[in-house]
């Protein structure tokens, strides 16, 4: 991250602690944790990322780090990071250290995550309400129940434990539904850096090879363009692997006459991107293919169409439904009335899964979907994925076999604005013969070997 993407970084994150100060309550207080390193095997640890939440109110990434906010008279925001120690440095890397903390974050002031209990038992005195992630509870009860039997000890003296405990949840990921237009720059520019390697993987594909080399392809593409880390594990499914919603195995060879289902996205300034793509390994779809291809991406346009404000969240799932049945019974694969169909959910062995959902920070963002048991309404500012499939499993027997073994997901990522919607993942070949032609000018293998 360049400097002035750091700088950016910073001051969002500083705007969002004012924004969050600004809704909290007199004599209130949270605490939010980065998160610790995990062990993948032995003595080797998972990459390390930090909470989401930490990230959208620090900017900052180490682990075992724990953000206060204290709002009594005035407010004061301190981070507690790990102590500089040269023998750990060596081995595991930097640390910003307690000194640089506050001048590097734009924060009140640091402490040594090893001074934390003594600072917030001090912090939380006299304090009403402690607000935390209600997800995070097991992380959280222990400490604060320590912190609020040591403050009651102290009733003699005049001083009072906090009485509310609140889930931080409710404040927080509300406010990362709506994203910030500098929110949204860097989600276009993940949306962007995505699409590229999804082409990529298209201009990949070459006869004996496996999906782990078409995701290898790919995710070099990432990099390229500055993504240190995908934002979720990588699906690259061919032949009837794509029947499988979550398929990461990505071990098979491709056959010559396999659609692959290409499920990726690149994580840029900590926001997602999220594509699904799907294509001809040979370049050129069966009729089969084609037919189930360009009724999934006649659903996805019209499930995109109904994207403005106050368009219910569910109204584009709906759409796709009645799309996707109409043509399940138009190609024989589905009998009867459509409506009825519908009602019979006659649709969930060939399409399991919903439409969409809220992308940002996290590829399956924060943020509820219905508000007092009603679909809640769109916004300016909300981005959402739109995914509908098609997927005719292999052992299908009561479907003709030639449409047997072919999965099918079309998704893109759209912001909600005032006009209506805005796909951000603008730039990939999508109908049958937009792919077609891509494939035939930009993949290199394709004109030697078929």
């Known amino acids: 991250m360049n400097l002035d993407q750091t700088q950016n970084t910073l ?10 100060f600004h809704q909290l309550p007199e004599k209130s207080a949270v605490l939010v944790s980065s998160g610790h390193e995990q062990i993948r095997n032995r003595d080797v640890e ?10 959208y109110l620090t900017g900052f990434h180490e682990p075992d780090s724990v953000l206060l906010l204290v709002k009594k008279e005035g407010t004061h925001a301190t981070v507690f990071v790990r102590p500089k120690d040269p023998e750990q440095e060596t081995w595991q890397g930097r640390r910003l250290g307690v000194d640089m903390a506050p001048q590097m974050l734009a924060i009140d002031q640091a402490c040594s995550v090893d001074d ?3 600072k917030v038992l001090e912090a939380l005195e006299n304090i009403e309400h402690l607000y935390f992630s209600f997800s995070q509870m097991q992380v959280w009860m222990e400490p604060v129940e320590t912190w609020l039997s040591g403050l009651k000890a102290k009733i003699r003296k005049g001083i009072s434990a906090p009485s509310k405990l609140c889930d931080l949840d409710e404040i927080m990921h509300e406010n990362r539904v709506i994203k910030s237009p500098q929110e949204i720059d860097w989600m276009r520019h993940a949306a962007q850096v995505t699409v590229q390697g999804h082409l990529a993987a298209m201009k990949s594909v070459a006869p004996e090879m496996y999906e782990f080399q078409v995701q290898a392809a790919l995710e070099n593409e990432f990099k390229v363009h500055g993504s240190q880390r995908v934002a979720f594990s990588t699906i690259a499914a061919s032949g009837d692997n794509a029947c499988i919603l979550h398929y ?11 659609l692959i289902l290409l499920d990726a996205g690149a994580e840029m300034h900590g ?28 659903a996805q346009q019209a499930a995109i169409a109904l994207i403005k404000p106050g368009t219910t969240y569910d109204a584009p799932h709906q759409a796709v439904l009645k799309v996707l049945t ?22 969930k062995p060939f399409f399991m899964h919903g439409t969409g959902h809220w992308l940002g920070m996290d590829v399956h963002d924060v943020g509820v979907y219905k508000v007092n048991g009603q679909w809640r309404e769109l916004q300016p500012g909300m981005v959402l994925t739109v995914e509908p499939g098609l997927y ?25 604005t005032e006009q ?3 796909v951000l993942t603008v730039g990939l070949p999508r109908t049958v013969t937009e792919i077609e032609a891509w494939m035939a000018e930009n993949n290199p293998f394709l004109n030697q070997t078929h």
């Open 326 to 347: 109409s043509g399940l019974v138009e190609l024989g694969i589905l009998k009867g009335d459509v409506e009825a169909l519908i009602k019979q959910e006659a649709y």
């Open 46 to 55: 998972y990459p390390f990322r930090a909470d989401s939440d930490f990230s």
């Open 392 to 416: 005719i499993a292999p052992d299908s027997s009561d479907v003709d076999e030639r449409w047997q073994g072919i999965g099918i997901r079309i998704e893109d990522d759209v912001l909600v």
């Open 248 to 258: 990461t195995e990505n071990s098979d060879l491709i056959g010559d006459h396999h």
């Open 116 to 118: 934390l209990d003594e």
């Open 420 to 422: 209506g919607a805005d």
């Open 11 to 20: 001051a969002f994150a500083k705007q969002q602690r004012q924004k969050l």
């Open 271 to 298: 926001y997602a991107g999220d594509i699904t793509t799907t294509f001809p390994a040979s370049g050129k779809f069966t009729d089969e293919q084609a037919q189930l291809y360009s009724l999934v991406l006649k």
